[in-house]
């Protein structure tokens, strides 16, 4: 059975992004096969041995040289740039080996690096290799030598505040990439909204539903305390320490903060304020102000202890 790698980022697409959402310039549509230019298919194919991909990204740089204009042309069935095979294909995820030498040899045609077929842009595609595939089947690329293609990328002109960058990021549990991007100054300010949507999730798949506005259900509170919750929680908090270590509370988008508020607040989640406070979240009034109030109304007894 054939599973073809090049629907790895649509699978994130329908986590993140609503089909109404996308522009009318990002549907689907056909797009030109020049006979010179090889198959796109054989590189997202699993099955591809690494010769034949050895083969289609030479094909591709021959037919760049007698046609360097055409670097950004969108070919083949899905509508892809000449540049994204070199960057994602199943030799990468296979083998766990990044061709630089032929990356090299295709930036030289100068590609735009911030395009994107649906919201996989090249950082996007170069971070979702680190991901299981829907088969189960585990990547065996190292995020060292991810990162290696990222800050190449982010060298030649790549946007690394791209906004669903960091969703991929945390997708592929690229934690390094992230710390990475963090040092260039990438804008990494919807973290804690990534991490609330992260938690909302996992408590609804352990059978706690999270509800806006309401007390803290015993339920929601038992979890909160659970030793499988306590695990998840530390492990996705890297993410926000890690943010504020270059960052501050303030440089965060206001409702990606409240909902992070919210939503541990509907645990009864004290370690979390807790952090928030020790962070100067009572520097920001509004905020502070925001915590004391939503506090009361979900009732969240453990939170409610604390001096704020």
Not at 48 to 65: C, P, V, Y
Not at 206 to 218: H, I, M, R, Y
Request: hydrophobic share 45%.
């Amino acid at each position: 059975m054939k599973i073809s790698l090049r629907f790895l980022p649509l699978a994130l697409l329908f986590l993140f992004v609503p089909l109404f959402a996308l522009e009318q310039d990002e549907a689907i549509k056909a797009c030109e096969q020049p006979k010179s230019a090889p198959d796109f298919r054989i590189f997202y194919d699993e099955n591809s041995t690494s010769e034949q991909i050895d083969a289609g990204l030479d094909q591709i740089l021959d037919f760049l040289r007698q046609n360097p204009h055409r670097i950004n042309d969108e070919l083949g069935e899905y509508c892809d740039r000449l540049f994204t095979p070199f960057i994602f294909n199943a030799k990468m995820y296979n083998t766990g080996k990044i061709d630089f030498e032929r990356i090299e040899k295709a930036l030289k045609f100068k590609p735009d690096l911030n395009y994107k077929t649906l919201i996989a842009s090249p950082i996007c595609n170069s971070t979702l290799l680190l991901m299981p595939l829907p088969s189960g089947q585990k990547s065996n690329l190292s995020e060292a030598d991810v990162i290696r293609l990222v800050k190449l990328l982010v060298r030649h002109g790549a946007d690394a505040n791209d906004k669903f960058i960091l969703s991929c990021i945390y997708s592929a549990d690229g934690f390094g990439i992230f710390k990475e991007l963090l040092s260039m100054n990438a804008d990494m300010s919807e973290t804690p909204w990534q991490i609330a949507l992260d938690m909302r999730s996992f408590a609804h798949e352990n059978g706690a539903t999270l509800k806006f506005g309401e007390a803290v259900n015993l339920k929601a509170a038992q979890f909160g305390k659970s030793v499988k919750f306590r695990e998840f929680y530390r492990e996705k908090m890297r993410y926000f320490e890690e943010f504020l270590k270059f960052k501050s509370l303030k440089e965060i988008n206001k409702g990606g903060l409240r909902f992070f508020i919210e939503t541990n607040l509907a645990l009864d989640n004290a370690e979390s304020v807790k952090f928030l406070l020790e962070n100067g979240l009572c520097e920001l009034a509004d905020e502070c102000e925001f915590l004391r109030k939503k506090a009361k109304i979900y009732e969240a007894a453990e939170i409610l202890k604390l001096k704020f």
